[in-house]
C-alpha cells in the first residue's frame, strides 16, 4: 500500500505508480461500501474543489460534485464561457489564483494539442493539486473506473483475460482519443492480454486514420513487456472479439490524420460496419463484459440490445466514477 498522494496531480494515467493506483482501488472500494452502508465519511471538511469545464460533461461534473458533497466538502462548477478565460485570463493566472482559493482544481479541456499543455500549465502554477477531468491526451478518471468495474467482474487475477479496446463508428461528433490511449495505458500494467482494433487495413501506404498517439502507443508497449502481458493491434473487429473477457468498443476522431469536422466525417463514415452487435457479442466468451464509458450513439457504435443486454456493465461502471474519484480526491486533497 502507498500512502504518498497529499497535494500531487493526477493528469495522466501514469502519473500514480500500478501500487498507487492499487491503493487508490482499496481506497474506493472501502468508500463504496461505507456509502452503501450510509457510513459517514467527512474526509474533506471544509474543502473546496473547482471544476473548471470547457466541454459539457454528464458523469464527470455529477460524480464529482456528489462526490466532493459526500466527503464534507463543496465543488464549485465554472462554466469556462461564464470567466474570464476569454478576456485574457492565462493559465498561469489561473492556477495561481484558483489555486490560492480552492483545496483543489478539476479541469476538463479536450481541445486537440493543447488541453493536456492547458492542464499541466494550470499545474505548474497551482498550489493545489490538479486533477485531470478529461484532455486530449488522457481521461485517467474514466480509466480507474474502468479498472474497477473489471476487477468486480472479473476478478483480481486478470492474467490471460482479453481485453479489447475497439474503435466504432458514431456519427455525433470527432470524439477525442483519450479513453482508449488511457485504456492501453492502465489496462496493460493489471494482467491482461489488450487487443486494439481499428480501421483502417495496415498496408503501408494508407493513411494513419484511427491510429492513437505514437508515444502513447510506446508506452502501453511498454507496459506490456514490462507486466509480461499481450499487446496487439487489429484491423479486424470480428478477429478482436473472439473469445474476449471484456470488450469495451467505442469511437474516436481520426485526429492524428485530420482535425477538419468534414473530413473526419467522411473517414468516420467508411466505417460503418464497425458497431457492437449481438451478432459480433457471440463471437466473446459467453460471460464477456460489455464497457462503455459513455454517452454511446445508440444504433450505430452499439446496439440497444447489446448496451442494454447481458453483457453490459455500462450502469456499474459510471457508478464507479463516483468511488474511484472520491478516493483520489480524498487522497490528494486531505
Ligand atoms: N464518460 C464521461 O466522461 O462522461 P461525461 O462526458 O458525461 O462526463
Request: glycine share 6%.
Amino acid at each position: 500500500m502507498q500512502t504518498n498522494f497529499r497535494g500531487r496531480d493526477f493528469i495522466g494515467d501514469l502519473d500514480f505508480s500500478k501500487e498507487e493506483v492499487e491503493t487508490v482501488l482499496d481506497v474506493a472500494w472501502d468508500l463504496k461500501r461505507k456509502r452503501a452502508l450510509n457510513e459517514s465519511h467527512a474526509l474533506l471538511r471544509d474543502k473546496t474543489l473547482a471544476m473548471l469545464f470547457f466541454f459539457t460533461s454528464t458523469r464527470t461534473r455529477g460524480s464529482f460534485e456528489a462526490g466532493m458533497a459526500q466527503l464534507g466538502g463543496h465543488a464549485a462548477f465554472i462554466d469556462s464561457e461564464t470567466t474570464q478565460i476569454s478576456h485574457g485570463d492565462t493559465a498561469k493566472e489561473i492556477g495561481e489564483i484558483l489555486g490560492r482559493y480552492y483545496d483543489g482544481l478539476a479541469i476538463r479541456q479536450c481541445d486537440w494539442q493543447f488541453g493536456n499543455k492547458y492542464e499541466n500549465e494550470v499545474a505548474r502554477a497551482s498550489r493545489a493539486p490538479v486533477l485531470n477531468m478529461q484532455c486530449d491526451v488522457y481521461h485517467p478518471f474514466q480509466c480507474l473506473a474502468d479498472i474497477m468495474t473489471v476487477i468486480e467482474k472479473k476478478g483480481r487475477d486478470l492474467r490471460k483475460k482479453k481485453v479489447v479496446v475497439s474503435w466504432a463508428y458514431a456519427a455525433s461528433y470527432s470524439k477525442p482519443i483519450s479513453v482508449p490511449q488511457s485504456l492501453i495505458l492502465q489496462m496493460t500494467r493489471f494482467g491482461c492480454d489488450v487487443v486494439l482494433a481499428h480501421p483502417p487495413e495496415f498496408v503501408l501506404a494508407h493513411p494513419p486514420e484511427f491510429k492513437l498517439m505514437p508515444e502513447i502507443m510506446d508506452m502501453a508497449r511498454e507496459n506490456a513487456k514490462k507486466y509480461k502481458v499481450g499487446f496487439e493491434v487489429t484491423d479486424n473487429m470480428d478477429e478482436a472479439f473472439k473469445d474476449a473477457a471484456v470488450v469495451y468498443p467505442k469511437s474516436w476522431g481520426p485526429l492524428l490524420t485530420t482535425t477538419g469536422k468534414e473530413d473526419g466525417k467522411a473517414l468516420i463514415d467508411k466505417y460503418k460496419s464497425w458497431i457492437t452487435d449481438e451478432r459480433r457479442m457471440k463471437l466473446t466468451k459467453d460471460d464477456s463484459i460489455y464497457m462503455h464509458c459513455l454517452p454511446a450513439d445508440r444504433g450505430l457504435e452499439v446496439t440497444d440490445g447489446v448496451i442494454d443486454g447481458p453483457h453490459s456493465v455500462v450502469y456499474d461502471e459510471a457508478e464507479n466514477r463516483l468511488h474511484a474519484q472520491k478516493a483520489v480526491m480524498a487522497l490528494t486533497m486531505s
